[in-house]
């Protein structure tokens, strides 16, 4: 899906997101020795999440 436009629910919540962002890695971070399809599942997720921040806070910054 790369070169997608971010899925983003109007209204999502950019503090939301971040703590989703958070969890993600604080989760990625326990893992001992990740495998690497864990490690490019983390990347594409995080990468996915961290897009529709950025569109969110967009969002928010534009009155929308």
Do not use: C, F, N
């Not at 983390?42 to 969002?59: G, I, M, V």
Request: aromatic letters at 2%; a positive charge.
């Amino acid at each position: 899906r790369r070169g997608d436009a971010p899925r983003v629910a109007p209204g999502e919540d950019p503090e939301r997101l971040a703590r989703e962002i958070a969890a993600l890695d604080a989760a990625h971070e326990r893992r001992r020795a990740p495998s690497d399809a864990d490690s490019a599942e983390y990347r594409s997720r995080r990468d996915e999440l961290k897009a529709r921040l950025t569109d969110a806070l967009d969002r928010q910054r534009q009155g929308r």
